[in-house]
């Protein structure tokens, strides 16, 4: 279920400027686009689309897309306060995309990397049965050609407007990456800002290795809804990257600055322990 996106609450015109979520630091877009979209005040991690997360990790136009066509249907004609059909119509204006997923390959320093990224300026990020196709090809993709996985989610969760079919997305990508792992291909999967709901369910802690961007929030269910349901005040900082770093639920906690410096390094050191017990063999 696509949250809530806070920055709907605040009231600064479109345009130049934005203004951080955390610390309400009037930002210069052009400038934080620079900066990786890191706040240069308090060092909040803003959300990065689909676009500016491959120009940030693979090489320069290195990336070739998949399925680049694929596009979503409503199948089920549905409506709540909006029709599902005009949600991805204003999603596509909004974003450029066809959908809130785009998947492919791409060099990572010296390595061939299939990589498949989530939008969640596209309807939350949310996973119909367009954004489960286009991570399974990705990983399809790795498998033929020998290549290891990168996926970035930032997702409220499955698509409730594509109901069942947006279920079983979360059993197609989690069977296409354990053909993967059959293959012994390593998966690495980066969780930022909000990832949630039937994506962290499914792929997103599917990673051999799982690293998270600071201080995001990765969950199932969201913190407001587990307080009701259990009556109980949450710790500090509950399903946010750090406290999931010390109960064991991520591997790592890394800087947007250095995320590719380490995931260039992850892979290498992967593909080397892949490779040597293959010449063991
Ligand atoms: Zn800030």
Same mark, same amino acid.
């Given at each position: 279920?696509?949250?809530?996106?806070?920055? #709907? @609450?605040?009231?600064?015109?479109?345009?130049?400027?934005?203004?951080?979520?955390?610390?309400?630091?009037?930002?210069?877009?052009?400038?934080?686009?620079?900066?990786?979209?890191?706040?240069?005040?308090?060092?909040?991690?803003?959300?990065?689309? /689909?676009?500016?997360?491959?120009?940030?990790?693979?090489?320069?136009?290195?990336?070739?897309?998949?399925?680049?066509?694929?596009?979503? @249907?409503?199948?089920?004609?549905?409506?709540? &306060?909006?029709?599902?059909?005009?949600?991805?119509?204003?999603?596509?204006? #909004?974003?450029?995309?066809?959908?809130?997923?785009?998947?492919?390959?791409?060099?990572?320093?010296?390595?061939?990397?299939?990589?498949?990224? %989530?939008?969640?300026?596209?309807?939350?990020?949310?996973?119909?049965?367009?954004?489960?196709?286009?991570?399974?090809?990705?990983?399809?993709?790795?498998?033929?050609?020998?290549?290891?996985? %990168?996926?970035?989610?930032?997702?409220?969760?499955?698509?409730?407007?594509?109901?069942?079919?947006?279920?079983?997305?979360?059993? @197609?990508?989690?069977?296409?990456?354990?053909?993967?792992?059959?293959?012994?291909?390593?998966?690495?999967?980066?969780? &930022?800002?909000?990832?949630?709901?039937?994506? &962290?369910?499914?792929?997103?802690?599917?990673?051999?290795?799982?690293?998270?961007?600071?201080? /995001?929030?990765?969950?199932?269910?969201?913190?407001?809804?587990?307080?009701?349901?259990?009556?109980?005040?949450?710790?500090?900082?509950?399903?946010?990257?750090?406290?999931?770093?010390?109960?064991?639920?991520?591997?790592?906690?890394?800087?947007?600055?250095? %995320?590719?410096? &380490?995931?260039?390094?992850?892979?290498?050191?992967? %593909? #080397?322990?892949?490779? @040597?017990?293959?010449?063991? #063999?």
């Amino acid at each position: 279920m696509p949250v809530n996106e806070p920055e #709907k @609450k605040k009231h600064v015109p479109e345009g130049l400027w934005t203004k951080c979520p955390s610390c309400q630091h009037i930002l210069y877009k052009q400038e934080l686009a620079k900066n990786l979209h890191i706040c240069s005040k308090c060092g909040q991690h803003l959300r990065v689309g /689909a676009r500016d997360r491959i120009a940030q990790l693979m090489e320069e136009g290195s990336f070739v897309e998949l399925a680049a066509d694929l596009k979503p @249907k409503d199948v089920l004609g549905f409506s709540d &306060t909006a029709s599902y059909a005009q949600r991805l119509k204003d999603g596509q204006k #909004k974003t450029g995309m066809k959908d809130a997923a785009v998947a492919g390959e791409g060099l990572m320093g010296p390595h061939r990397v299939a990589f498949c990224v %989530l939008d969640f300026g596209f309807m939350g990020g949310s996973m119909g049965s367009v954004v489960g196709e286009k991570i399974s090809l990705a990983v399809e993709h790795a498998v033929k050609e020998g290549l290891p996985v %990168l996926i970035v989610s930032s997702s409220g969760g499955a698509r409730m407007q594509e109901g069942i079919l947006s279920l079983m997305q979360m059993a @197609k990508t989690s069977a296409a990456l354990a053909r993967l792992a059959k293959a012994r291909l390593p998966f690495v999967s980066v969780v &930022t800002d909000p990832t949630t709901g039937g994506v &962290t369910a499914s792929f997103a802690m599917l990673g051999d290795v799982i690293i998270a961007e600071p201080k /995001a929030l990765v969950a199932f269910a969201g913190p407001r809804v587990i307080e009701q349901t259990i009556r109980q005040t949450l710790p500090h900082g509950f399903q946010q990257s750090e406290f999931l770093l010390k109960h064991g639920m991520v591997d790592m906690v890394v800087n947007r600055k250095d %995320l590719k410096a &380490t995931l260039v390094k992850v892979f290498g050191f992967l %593909l #080397k322990a892949r490779a @040597k017990k293959a010449e063991a #063999k």
